[in-house]
Structures are given as C-alpha cells and as structure tokens.
C-alpha cells in the first residue's frame, strides 16, 4: 500500500522557520523522484521544490529561491523541505508528490496547512 504521510506544518510568525517532512512507503523510493506542492484557498496547486531520485539535482520555485531547501534522506524513505524566512504568502497546504522515474507512476499525500501569520 502506498503511502505519503506529511507531517510539519503548521502556523509560523513572518521570518520563522519550519521543516516539513513526507514519509514514503509502499515504493521503491530510490526510483521516484520527490517533489513539494502548495495550493493557497482560490489558487491552483503549484510546484514548490523537486529533487531528483538519487537527490543530485534540485529545483525551485523563483518565489521560493533562496529561502527554502529540498533534501531526502534514502535510509529514512523521507523527503524534507526546509522553509526559512516565511512571509504571509507562503500560507498554504504543502503536498509532497513522488513521480516514477522507470515508470508512470506518480502518488501525492494528504497535505499539510502551513500558516504564515502575525
């Protein structure tokens, strides 16, 4: 049974910090590339960060550059992204996407509310 499981989120003051977390299971996570996904109420859902199957490349968002960090762990079957220096408007729900890279697959979790408020 596959399995994305978001963890981390929750309400931050402007300039705070929080790490989330996807725990993979259910796959071979070593053949998936890994990805962070935001939806603010009344926008589309929009790619936040990627990072490739092994982990050696990376990609942001121009909005996000600078300010925030994908990374995984393979011993841990787990993706992170690391947000520094929040503002109000990266308040959403983050959702972590695995896409196949020998295959079609692709899975998405739950979500989890990210809150960026004074």
């Known amino acids: 049974q596959v399995q994305l499981v978001e963890s981390g989120g929750g309400l931050v003051q402007p300039g705070g910090s929080l790490r989330l977390s996807c725990a993979a299971s259910?796959?071979?996570?070593?053949?998936?590339?890994m990805s962070w996904h935001r939806q603010a109420p009344g926008k589309e859902r929009e790619l936040v960060a990627g990072?490739?199957?092994?982990?050696?490349?990376?990609n942001y968002a121009h909005s996000v550059k600078g300010r925030f960090a994908i990374s995984r762990d393979g011993a841990k079957n787990t993706v992170y992204l690391q947000m520094n220096s929040l503002k109000p408007e990266d308040t959403a729900v983050y959702f972590c996407?695995?896409?196949?890279?020998?295959?079609?697959?692709?899975?998405w979790g739950q979500g989890t509310q990210v809150t960026v408020s004074s």
């Open positions: 996407k695995a896409n196949g890279v020998y295959s079609d697959y692709e899975y």
């Open positions: 259910g796959f071979t996570f070593s053949s998936y590339a």
């Open positions: 990072i490739t199957n092994i982990g050696g490349n990376t």
